[in-house]
């Protein structure tokens, strides 16, 4: 049975960082696409970065730049380092399977002065 256990939300100053961890069990993780989502108040989620067994990375366009994503497969975990925050990044971060449809409780990223 998949698990994803996603950490390290929190209320940050714009111009800030925070590291998200999400620890998984249950599947191979080291041959998998693993990805960020978000979703924030009002909008629908949307995909925020991947990264592939290769070390692929994907990024959508509001986060390039600021947002590194990257696994640690001996961990089963898979990062987000979110840097130079904004108040547009306040919403409930989620890890995921790319491609999976079954969602956690996500952690709350809060952006604001």
């Known amino acids: 049975q998949v698990q994803l256990v996603e950490s390290g939300g929190g209320l940050v100053q714009p111009g800030g960082s925070l590291r998200l961890s999400c620890v998984a069990s249950?599947?191979?993780?080291?041959?998998?696409?693993m990805a960020w989502y978000r979703q924030a108040p009002g909008k629908e989620r949307e995909l925020v970065a991947r990264?592939?067994?290769?070390?692929?990375?994907n990024y959508a366009d509001s986060v390039k730049g600021r947002f590194t994503i990257f696994r640690h497969d001996v961990k089963n975990t898979v990062y987000l380092q979110m840097n130079s925050l904004r108040p547009e990044d306040t919403a409930v971060y989620y890890c995921?399977?790319?491609?999976?449809?079954?969602w956690g409780q996500g952690t709350q990223v809060t952006v604001s002065s």
């Open positions: 990264v592939t067994s290769d070390l692929i990375t």
């Open positions: 249950g599947f191979i993780f080291s041959i998998k696409t």
């Open positions: 995921n399977l790319f491609g999976r449809s079954d």
